[in-house]
């Protein structure tokens, strides 16, 4: 393995990541870099609908 490349802020590169979970075609958990995502709607607060 060779040596990683330099990046600078503004570059664009493809990562390679891991879609641990889907809902109707929607990537909703995935793991990059050994960390995991998950996406969050702007409608949920600490984990709960918005009731308003």
Same mark, same amino acid.
């Given at each position: 393995?060779? @040596? !990683? @490349?330099?990046? #600078? @802020? =503004?570059?664009?590169?493809? !990562?390679?990541?891991?879609?641990? /979970?889907? /809902?109707? =075609?929607? !990537?909703?958990?995935?793991?990059?870099?050994? #960390?995991? $995502?998950?996406?969050?709607? #702007?409608? $949920?607060?600490?984990?709960? /609908?918005? #009731?308003?």
């Amino acid at each position: 393995m060779g @040596k !990683p @490349k330099n990046r #600078q @802020k =503004g570059d664009s590169y493809r !990562p390679t990541i891991e879609v641990l /979970k889907a /809902k109707n =075609g929607v !990537p909703t958990s995935i793991r990059f870099n050994g #960390q995991s $995502y998950a996406l969050v709607h #702007q409608d $949920y607060i600490n984990g709960r /609908k918005n #009731q308003a």
